[in-house]
């Protein structure tokens, strides 16, 4: 569709010719651009003597100012002028083949440059009261559903009413927030193909008058059927929204309907706006509310059975389910503006991975740990076991490749009921806490470091404490020795491999060990001291990670 069409709303060429001060006058060359838009009319004297372009702009002359004219001519067409008036008959020498695009018209009779001028411009105001009236009428009858508080549904069945047209709104990722007077599929189909459209830059020739966020384009649907789409995008202040569209079942809408979708769509778009930004905020609070409720869920901090279940209703979850508890470190790359909204971005995505429509996503982030509350499907053991595996490895995959390093997705065993997710909660994080300082990557199941958690009933004994203090105590003013003694260890007490590990040199490695043996009064060479101190490395290892997860369920 050109855009001489898609300017019908204003004066043209060709309303101008209808006008009575204009009877008799014949077109002498560019017959095919008679609905190109006019705004101004300006002599030829004054055109000339000015470089400005002539976007909308028919140039008036008198006959003797274009005896050999030729140049003048296409001069006037190079700078996008519309018409040249000639005010009488043209000159005998005229050129036989004016410049292609410039609509050129010989008046019978002259009418002098200040009628014609006049005549433009009652036109044209004329024109702009009535667009102004309708716009006016649209954007009241919007309006006053949106301070009624009708909703984006009923907005944009309103804006379908308007145009006598499905219409359909858009977020600013091309999903589709709300349509009217089309099947769902299609709506889908058509968002699908016209979203590559309304994401490409158009140049300038082909935006429409005063319009840069308004645009026609062509789009099929699943049936063959061509539609025409008029969209305009949603602009508040600096923030882009989205768009509000308006179908046309046809390929080339008439010049009036074409108008006025022009004027629904963008009287639409801060109504619509309005209400999507609303929404997002009626959004945001709720996803707080239910991100406190898995918070206290996953604490215990509720007063009673009673208090959890009347939240739980309230936010639609099912304290009766079977659980799984995930968590993932939440940190973010250094230098973002807003770390929190960030993590809870990420938190978003890592409850949309695996999707089931039996199962539902709870999150919430505490600190940097990013904790997702899932319901399960399955009904025994195994087959939760295998639920929970294949989440956390799609979990830690989205997370890897959203943050560019591979991260740990830490699990617990599944419980069933919401009053057992706070300890199922406890055993995600000391896994993570292990896995992080362990350094593992990927899915890790609470139940798979079977090493350290047979020893979490015993961590916090009296026999436990002094094992570690005896063992460890000597190496806490020095932490490069604790930290060669677990490479030790980890390398299976052997001096060698250590020592290409840690790339040190072998009589280092002998010094050291020889130190460690000294101050911990134990041989570490002799396996049966080899594990008692790895013993006492694990049984420390669980006391710092549990205390961090007490220090995070005290805060209220």
Known sequence: MGSEQRSADRMTVAGLLDESLL???????????????????LPLSEVMARPDPLDAVAVYARPES????????????????????????????????????????????????????????????????????????????????????AGLQILIR?????????????????????????????????AEA??????????????????????????????????????????????????????????????????????????????IGSEMLRQHSVDEAEERARGDFIQA?????????????????????????????????GTVPRGVDNPTASMVRLARYAANVAPDPAVRSYVTVLGDVLVVVRSLRADTDTAMNHEMTRYAEAMADELGHRRG???????????????????????????????RRLGLTGAVAYQDLRSFTVLAEVAETEQSRALVHDILGPLRATPDLRDFLTGYLANGGNVNATARALNVHRNTMLAKLDRVSRDIGLDIRLPDNQFTVWLAIRLDLLTEVQAAVDREASFR
């Open 297 to 329: 869920l996953v604490h215990g901090h509720f007063s009673s059975a009673h208090e959890m279940r009347a939240r739980a209703e309230y936010h639609d979850i099912d304290i009766d389910s079977r659980f799984g508890v995930f968590v993932a470190p």
């Open 405 to 435: 390093a591979a991260v740990a997705v830490c699990h617990s065993r599944p419980v069933s009921g919401a009053q057992a997710v706070s300890a199922s909660y406890r055993e995600a994080r000391v896994a993570l806490g292990i896995a």
């Open 66 to 149: 274009l005896l050999g004219g030729a140049a003048t001519l296409g001069a006037l067409a190079a700078r996008g002028a519309r018409a040249l008036l000639i005010d009488g008959v043209a000159p005998a020498d005229f050129p036989p083949a004016p410049p292609a695009g410039l609509v050129v018209i010989e008046m019978a009779f002259p009418v002098g440059f200040a009628a014609l001028n006049r005549l433009l411009a009652e036109r044209a105001l004329s024109q702009e009261v009535h667009v102004m009236r309708y716009a006016t009428h649209v954007h009241a009858s919007l309006a006053s559903l949106f301070h009624r508080g």
């Open 23 to 41: 009877s008799g006058a014949r077109v002498i060359a560019g017959e095919d651009h008679l609905g190109r838009e006019l705004r101004w009319l």
């Open 158 to 190: 309103e804006v379908s009413n308007l145009a006598r047209n499905p219409a359909i709104a858009l977020d600013a990722r091309g999903k589709v927030v709300g349509h009217n007077g089309l099947a769902a599929d299609v709506v889908t189909a058509l």
């Open 194 to 271: 016209l979203i590559p459209k309304l994401t490409v830059d158009l140049p300038a020739a082909a935006r429409l008058s005063a319009h840069h966020d308004t645009r026609v384009e062509h789009v099929t649907d699943p049936h063959g059927v061509i539609w025409t789409a008029i969209s305009t995008a949603i602009r508040l202040g600096k923030e882009f929204e989205g768009w509000v569209v308006v179908l046309v079942r046809n390929a080339e809408p008439g010049a009036h309907d074409l108008a006025r979708h022009l004027v629904v769509t963008e009287q639409a778009t801060a109504i």
